[in-house]
């Protein structure tokens, strides 16, 4: 046995003399293995008495792989800045004292095991007082494809509306959901061109435009040419059949019944769209149908999404099987979004193509558009335990705010994309060179504007609703495993009211200190990670650090004697309550579907 002395769990051993314990490491369960670069995480578990037991480098990958396991899964611990091999900002010394103690463990069991993919272990072979970072089939939701199907069967476990946090989104690769996308682009351009000469009427357009005309550089000439109102009432003859399906209304419509627009009148209607919205052709004798326009407008405010649509119709298209923002383009034109994704065969064949509406009115930071990278950590499954952070960070664009261009410099945030662009001459001298901020300073900006208090009472929450959503619809389909945990990075935008709209989820988010934001936030929520699910376990009582427990889901209980009694405990973002419901006097049965989240994080009952 190697004989291990670490009274002080921060004494660094200096020579093979300090190697002298009464307890072998076996006993001690205190062997690791870090593969990828978490340098953060090998010094944290060699601070607290563990012994890495390195694999060869490179590391072969193993002949099994977790079962059920995924191809393409977002991720985004793989970029430019992270790739700095398996040792991290160290050197590799064959001499150095800790690559001599990894040789002596080199036959002992690893009991903790930290990689940027799940597929590095094969997780059919572990045993349970084995612990690692990832969990099996977590795809269903930290894939564009997965989060895009899942969010779905909300329904089923809530009666949150997904359209309420979560932007539209189709999977281009199914017949049937394209043909649905096809009638959402349609349908979307005939509110725009409503709100399009609502604005135009009010002037506000105008008024954007000026605002907007230092930052955008040159624009295109507007056209002196009138297209016929008749798509007014074309636009209006939709929307009122789509409220009436809303309604029910349309019950008696057969299969028979012709489309509201003929294929033909939709191809006469684009065309003129286009020409009014993009090439700022006018319509002739707009001005009569302001009113009506206005009244249709405030009845399709049912519509959740529809103050976040936006004039320009523009799309974003995500490859599903990609990540770091590597394929993603926005585009506004039907025709070019079908044809672009029937050009891969491949794509289209695995359904992986992806295509979401894009939140054309984001919350802008000085004209310049941002989102948020939020961590949260899943320790279980069953019962579903979410844990999440209490800081997180912003990252904006090079470039100023504009609908006007679907350059990728403007419109995707991601540190892999921005790093290749300078910013702008025309950008606001207050956006950070870095194109980083903390949650502190996005609150600091809010408290100047006068909405300091929005931040914890609705951005937090709606990110922390959004994050349990997505789980609840993900939890009979991922693998949980009582020894495993995982950290994952939630993309979120604001809209102007500051209600968050969630993105994407990656597993293995990136910690690579590319910024001074980064570099204090990513080493936190390491140690953080490591306070909970190590620390935490030997100590229930023990300090987690940034993590918050949000939400625990409910276990039944069932207690004998003549009476069933189901104890709820309902966590109110970190407030646990108990309830008590009695079979013998209680006039409900207990619900499948959990309390609304509006007020507080839904939760999950069994039947008794």
């Given amino acids: 046995f190697l004989r291990w002395e670490m009274v002080n769990p921060n004494r660094r051993p200096t020579d ?111 045993r349970k007082d084995q612990m690692t970072n990832h969990y099996a089939k977590s795809g269903t939701f930290t894939t564009k494809v997965g989060l895009c199907v899942n969010l779905r069967n909300l329904q089923w476990f809530d009666a949150t509306n997904p359209d309420t946090f979560f932007p539209r989104c189709y999977r281009l690769g199914a017949d049937d959901e394209k043909h649905a996308f096809i009638e959402d682009f349609r349908r979307t351009a005939c509110t725009s061109l409503l709100q399009h000469i609502v604005e135009r009427s009010d002037g506000e357009e105008e008024k954007v435009q000026e605002n907007l005309s230092q930052s955008e550089g040159p624009r295109k000439h507007r056209a002196t040419r009138l297209v016929s109102p008749r798509m007014i009432d074309r636009a209006l003859h939709v929307c009122q059949e789509f409220l009436n399906s809303l309604d029910h209304s349309d019950i008696d419509v057969t299969m028979e019944t012709p489309p509201s627009l003929t294929e033909q009148q939709w191809v006469k209607f684009m065309h003129d769209y286009y020409l009014v919205v993009h090439e700022g052709v006018g319509i002739e004798g707009s001005g009569v149908y302001v009113e009506r326009c206005q009244a249709m407008l405030n009845r399709l405010q049912v519509c959740p999404q529809l103050e976040t649509d936006g004039l320009h119709n523009i799309w974003i298209i995500k490859p599903g099987a990609k990540s770091r923002g590597r394929g993603i383009m926005c585009m506004n034109r039907l025709e070019d979004i079908l044809r672009l994704v029937d050009s891969d065969p491949s794509l289209i064949k695995d359904s992986k193509w992806v295509v979401q509406k894009y939140l054309e009115r984001p919350l802008l930071v000085y004209a310049t558009k941002f989102d948020l990278r939020q961590w949260f950590l899943v320790t279980d499954w069953n019962p579903l335990t979410v844990w999440f952070y209490r800081e997180c960070y912003l990252r904006f664009s090079t470039q100023p705010y504009s609908t006007q261009t679907l350059a990728s410099s403007v419109h995707l945030c991601n540190n892999s994309i921005q790093k290749h662009f300078q910013p702008s001459q025309w950008r606001h001298p207050e956006v950070p060179k870095d194109n980083m901020w903390s949650c502190s300073q996005f609150r600091a900006f809010l408290h100047a504007q006068g909405q300091g208090a929005s931040w914890g009472a609705l951005v937090v929450p709606g990110m922390q609703r959004a994050v349990v959503h997505a789980l609840q619809t993900a939890q009979d389909l991922v693998e949980g495993r009582r020894g495993s945990f995982e950290l994952y990075g939630a993309d979120f935008m604001l809209g102007r009211d500051l209600r968050p709209w969630l993105l994407e989820i990656n597993a293995s988010p990136t910690m690579a200190p590319s910024t001074a934001v980064t570099a204090r936030l990513c080493p936190a929520v390491q140690l953080d990670t490591l306070k909970v699910v190590l620390d935490r376990r030997a100590d229930p009582g023990a300090y987690t650090g940034g993590f918050q427990l949000i939400y625990k889901q409910v276990r039944p209980r069932v207690y004998s004697g003549g009476k069933k009694h189901l104890v709820s405990h309902q966590l109110l973002f970190g407030h646990l309550q108990t309830s008590k419901i009695s079979g013998s006097h209680s006039s409900q049965e207990p619900s499948l579907r959990g309390s609304s989240v509006l007020h507080s994080l839904p939760v999950l009952m069994a039947p008794v």
């Fill in 16 to 126: 093979l003399k300090t190697l002298s314990y009464p307890l072998s490491l076996s006993q001690l369960r205190r062997v690791f293995t870090v593969q990828g670069p978490y340098p953060v995480i090998r010094a944290a578990l060699q601070a607290r008495g563990w012994v890495e037991r390195r694999l060869p480098h490179p590391a072969p990958k193993p002949a099994g792989r977790c079962h059920g396991e995924e191809d393409g899964e977002d991720g985004d611990d793989s970029n430019d800045d992270n790739d700095k091999g398996v040792e991290g900002a160290r050197g590799h010394d064959p001499d150095d004292m800790y690559d001599l103690m990894s040789r002596l463990v080199r036959n002992e069991t690893t009991y903790f095991y930290w990689t940027t993919r799940r597929d590095e272990i094969d997780c059919r072979s572990l």
